[in-house]
């Protein structure tokens, strides 16, 4: 099966915009919760930005240096599949 690179970057794409989404919604739940309880939330807080963190950082080296497997053609092959 061939996939173009467009469709990897694409979802890429999303998923950091999803990341960066879940980030804000986060931080706003968090300054609510801080605001009306008082007390923070400080090892929730550490581990939820370091997974989403360092997923967006990820994503970001893997676009900044073009990473992929594979030709260096337009098209990524998945070696476990086979053609009849």
Do not use: W
């Amino acid at each position: 099966m061939r996939r173009r690179k467009n469709d990897s970057t694409h979802s890429l794409t999303l998923y950091v915009m999803f990341s960066i989404a879940m980030i804000i919604i986060f931080t706003i739940a968090e300054f609510v919760i801080s605001s009306c309880t008082g007390t923070t939330h400080d090892t929730l807080t550490t581990c939820f930005y370091g997974v989403f963190g360092g997923e967006i950082l990820c994503c970001a080296l893997i676009k900044i240096f073009k990473l992929r497997s594979g030709s260096n053609d337009n098209t990524i092959d998945f070696p476990n599949q086979r053609y009849n």
